[in-house]
């Protein structure tokens, strides 16, 4: 999954020494270095400094999702949905966090809407492979239309 461009916020207090765009590079370093753990130690603190940065809470719903810490991923990502509804990656990575809890109905949603909004095809085969597990689990088709 590719995260969105980060994107500073205009009230951050640049001249404290601490910059929230040096947060996110530490910690992204630390997540492509299968390391979210320590992402989350850098992220925490950054996100209390600006709690309604977007790109501060995706990387930590990614460092989450990363660690699985599921249910942690799915309140930052329900956050960021309802902030931002048109938001495809929030919405694919909720869709793959409620999957990975065995909550293929409420993941299939969220996946139908980032496959329609983004024409990708890994969010597609996310939509057909959650349907998959649904209908096992259901043992029927009926509930896919």
């Known amino acids: 999954m590719n995260l969105p461009p980060f994107e500073l916020p205009p009230s951050f207090d640049v001249t404290a020494g601490h910059h929230p765009a040096d947060a996110y590079q530490q910690a992204w370093t630390l997540i492509e270095g299968s390391a979210p753990l320590e992402a989350i130690e850098i992220l925490d603190p950054a996100l209390s400094a600006e709690p309604g940065s977007t790109g501060l809470r995706t990387l930590r719903a990614?460092?989450?999702?990363?660690?699985?810490?599921?249910?942690?991923?799915?309140?930052?990502?329900?956050?960021?949905?309802?902030?931002?509804?048109?938001?495809?990656?929030a919405r694919f990575a909720l869709g793959r966090v409620l999957e990975r809890q065995s909550r293929y109905a409420a993941a299939l949603p969220h996946l139908r809407l980032a496959a329609v909004m983004s024409g990708d095809a890994e969010h597609e085969a996310g939509v057909l492979r959650v349907e998959r597990r649904l209908a096992e689990t259901e043992g029927s088709l009926d509930s896919l239309t």
Request: aromatic share 14%.
């Open 62 to 89: 990614w460092a989450y999702f990363k660690s699985a810490q599921l249910g942690r991923a799915e309140a930052d990502l329900s956050r960021l949905v309802e902030a931002d509804p048109t938001d495809v990656w």
